[in-house]
């Protein structure tokens, strides 16, 4: 059941993506929209409350003073400065280096997590560790997390070689699934 616009409230979520493209905030906008029939501010003020980690940074907000917007252009004037504006946005975090606010941040969000969902994300070494795994996958408050993840595609060692890099623990069960997406969330209900 859709809860009111009233009872709507996404900050229980927090997105952590390593794409630089903004389509999930532009899709869920314009979805927000549609279901309640608000508008582009009142949906703003309401997904404000949901928060986006750019690992990678992105190609610059939505919204706002600085905003650089999704989709087509008139001019070529308006690609070439969007392109340069964009730019500036992306992160670059060289190989060793582990402190970049955004990292910083995304390490938080998953350790404060109590369940992750994790959907098409390739498992790269140099990433999982960024994300600072295993400590940041195991345990909140003492407690075991609940992790679920897409492993489409992936072959049993490499599902296995994700997990060991995931988990400190060998029981993961069935922890990494091998779906898609959309057959994640809705097998097993993760985000509810």
Request: one cysteine or more; proline letters at 4%.
């Amino acid at each position: 059941m859709t809860p009111t616009w009233d009872e709507f409230d996404p900050s229980w979520l927090s997105v952590v993506t390593f794409n630089y493209d903004r389509s999930l905030e532009q899709f869920l906008h314009v979805a927000i929209r549609s279901t309640y029939g608000k508008g582009d501010e009142e949906v703003r003020e309401r997904l404000s409350r949901l928060e986006f980690v750019h690992v990678y940074g992105s190609l610059g907000p939505l919204h706002g003073e600085k905003a650089i917007p999704f989709g087509g252009y008139q001019l070529d004037e308006d690609v070439r400065n969007s392109i340069q504006r964009a730019a500036t946005d992306l992160v670059v975090i060289p190989e060793g280096r582990e402190d970049a606010p955004s990292l910083r941040k995304a390490q938080q969000l998953l350790t404060d997590a109590a369940k992750i969902c994790i959907l098409g994300f390739s498992y790269d070494e140099t990433n999982v560790r960024r994300l600072g795994a295993p400590r940041t996958f195991n345990t909140v408050g003492g407690a075991p997390k609940l992790v679920m993840g897409t492993a489409y595609g992936l072959t049993k060692s490499q599902a296995n070689r994700a997990r060991s890099r995931l988990f400190q623990s060998h029981n993961y069960g069935e922890q990494l699934v091998d779906c898609n997406c959309s057959g994640l969330l809705t097998t097993t209900l993760i985000l509810g």
